[in-house]
């Protein structure tokens, strides 16, 4: 057999390897009451509600596979995605939102969020299921800050150049949601099953951390829009806000993440790399062709 066609044969049982579902099952276990997410252990039974919540391009599978194991235990479904879907779930709400620009859906399903975030106390749980293209699915500008200010700023950005990781910290100073916000926003104990489309899993970054918190300052931030070029181009009212986020006339963004909150990566490029080299040892090509993987 060619080394082209063992190679053709790896990739395409990786990608089955590799869908959220399959990454999601692998990560979690439940016991009677108790759900395992990696090396951590929960008991569902000291929790009087447990809300699933979600965002990202691929929280519908995620979803799946976390109802299949849970549904005895959840009270409610909500979750947000960027593709039309007609998949139902019990006690459940999906809502199609808009991705790469934030839109009027992305606001209202922020809104969502937090209202359920907001109803829940100490004694309540949350899942929430975390994959890319969250930061523009879910948004939810400043009160200083319109719609239409934050698309303008969002569509200047992508058409920069500026790393994701510098338009992520934009992101989070301009928004209610992003940067470790959201979790402000609940008394709830959280769980987030993260799948990274970050290089390194870096947890500041991916989704523009909703639950986790923020590295970055307004300076950094506004460093970032001046080197692309992007400041002077800004509506003012928004050069305007980072004036007044500078001279300490906004809150910062957290920085130190939730004790009640845990998040667990459950898919990543490191995940799947491993996956790859254990494909390609069992096929014995890594010891017969010389294939080194990470």
Request: aromatic residues 8%.
């Amino acid at each position: 057999m060619s080394y082209k066609t063992v190679l053709n044969r790896m990739f395409h049982q990786l990608l089955e390897e590799i869908t959220p579902e399959k990454l999601v099952t692998e990560a979690c276990q439940l016991n009677e009451n108790m759900f395992s997410v990696l090396d951590k252990t929960y008991d569902l039974d000291k929790y009087n509600n447990i809300y699933l919540l979600g965002s990202g391009k691929a929280v519908i599978p995620m979803a799946e596979e976390v109802e299949r194991l849970l549904k005895p235990f959840l009270k409610k479904t909500l979750i947000i995605g960027p593709y039309a879907s007609d998949k139902t779930f019990d006690n459940g709400t999906y809502i199609q939102s808009t991705h790469p620009l934030p839109s009027l859906k992305s606001v209202d399903s922020a809104r969502a969020l937090q209202e359920t975030l907001q109803q829940l106390d100490e004694n309540d749980l949350f899942i929430y299921l975390l994959s890319g293209g969250n930061s523009a699915l879910v948004e939810l500008p400043e009160e200083d800050i319109s719609l239409n200010e934050f698309q303008e700023v969002t569509r200047l950005m992508l058409h920069s150049g500026m790393p994701i990781e510098k338009m992520n910290s934009v992101r989070k100073h301009l928004s209610q949601v992003k940067g470790g916000k959201l979790a402000q926003q609940t008394k709830a104990k959280g769980i987030v099953l993260v799948l990274s489309d970050v290089i390194g899993d870096d947890l500041y970054a991916i989704g523009s951390a909703p639950f986790y918190c923020d590295h970055t300052s307004f300076k950094d931030a506004e460093d970032a829009l001046r080197t692309y070029g992007v400041y002077g181009k800004m509506p003012e009212s928004i050069q305007t806000f980072f004036e007044e986020g500078n001279s300490g006339m906004h809150p910062e963004t957290p920085k130190t993440p939730s004790e009640d909150i845990d998040h667990h990566i459950v898919g990543s490029n490191r995940i799947v790399l491993e996956k790859a080299q254990q494909l390609l040892q069992k096929e014995g090509t890594c010891k017969n062709r010389g294939i080194q993987l990470g």
